[in-house]
């Protein structure tokens, strides 16, 4: 009995320490993800710190001489901004309460979230001649941040991921597109830059806004419906059911496809409940964006619209979603910044109409309309699509345009080129349109010579014909002997147009029309 009544007593000891440990635990002063080793901090601009703590626990910040303090509130969150930072050699960030955490080799520069779907997830790796690239990867002061949580039903305060420093053995895990962009700021601003990588593959434009700031805009409803019927409709078994069904036969047809040399497609997988799905609206904003506010940043740069191509019908309202994403993102973190567009590029067959309604030409013309926000830019990436490949590999040159985009209006560079061309205007005199350009810096130009293609124009039937179109200055004129009153004029209106409008800085023209029809 004595031995037992020991051992009873033993085991209450180390309980009632394990219990009485709890609340020191539980004390510890904590930090979201993005403040970690090697992060990047945005210059030139207050910086927000917070974390969690015990309730009324005292906090404080310190870093290159400069400390601020904040009591936790009593749900143990807290919250403060540091005076603007300006660049220097790495540093340390500390903070302190009941315990303190160090966070080193921190840069002081320029910090840019970077979303979308898989063309912004895809990799270095997979881009055009990676082991080139990989040996010239040395670049230190540019470091990358991939989100690695999911998406939610309700909005995340934490995510999870680390920083990573550009290293040959590092780079090819990093998005392409946020590298080839960050390394084009970083060697011609000559700043340290920080590449937030938030994306999913396959995802919606709506998984990617905050529920509030797209659930009552009347012109997507169909799309809340929509989601409304599938969650209604949706049965685990029959789920279950259709799954296996699709994986026997896929299973099946392994055999004969190697045989014949065939690529095996993609396996299939269990379909998640509607409202648990990546795409589901707001889903991913709750668990891939909402973490990351307000961490400071000089701005965003997207590269998605291919799920949304999809449906034409869908595809129309791109332009009222990508309003409403960068104004309610700019909202969330209270700071108007600048936000960059890859437009859509070159994809499936070659154009062979004069006007090919297609969603993917919708989405694109949504981006164009995005512009008429303020601090926002497009990289019109016609030419660096692969028609039968909706994964691009040619990274670097959409990198050049949205970099040289970023250099030119965020960072004031006047040797760079904001955009290719952008139509300003037209007007019709008797069986001519003339339409009008700017950003054509050192002149419009036809790439490699010869005659303007991809114009097309229509009269008030509305059947396009392929026109005849020279350029007079900043300005082109089109025509057509088919068409003696004309009424309308559409350029690169395909999916994978003809195009050949340039700029003299190289950058091409944005596909677009000059009507409004349905």
Known sequence: MNSRLALFRFVFVIALAATSAAPQLFADVSLPSLFSDHMVLQQDVPVP?????????EVSVTINGQTKSVKAGADGKWSLKLDALKAGEPTTLVVKGKNTLTINDVLIGEVWLCSGQSNMGFHVSGADNFEKEKAAANYPKLRHFTVTSMGANEPKEKCTGAWVVCAPDTVGTFSATAYFFGREVHLKSGQAVGLINSSVGGT?????????AQKDKPELKP???????????????KSKAAYEKQLAAWTANQPKLKADGKAIPRKPILAPEPIKNTSYPANLFNGKINPLVPYAIRGAIWYQGEHNAGNPEIAQHYGLQMSTLITDWRARWGSEFSFGIVQLPDFHAAQKEP????????????MLKTLSL?????????????????????????????????????????EFAAFGPLP??????????????????????AKDGGELKGFAIAGEDKKFVWAKAKIVGDKVVVSS?????PAAVRYAWAANPQFNLFNGAGLAATPFRTDEWK
């Open 49 to 57: 710190v917070w974390g969690w703590a015990v309730a009324d626990e």
């Open 204 to 212: 919606a434009i709506e998984a990617w806004t905050s529920m509030d």
């Open 223 to 237: 799309l809340f419906e929509g989601w409304k019927k599938k969650q209604a409709d949706y049965s685990p078994e």
């Open 355 to 366: 006007s090919e309604h297609v969603g993917w030409v919708m989405v694109r013309e949504g």
């Open 374 to 414: 303020p601090k926002t830019g497009m990289a019109v990436t016609l030419g660096c699509g692969m028609p039968e490949n909706i994964h691009p590999t040619n990274k670097q040159e959409v990198g050049r345009r949205l970099g040289s985009w970023a250099l030119a209006d965020v960072y004031g560079k006047k």
């Open 424 to 445: 300003s205007g037209h007007q019709i005199n008797g069986a001519e349109v003339t339409i009008s350009f700017t950003h054509t810096d050192g002149g419009l130009v």
């Open 481 to 485: 002997p088919d068409v003696p009153k």
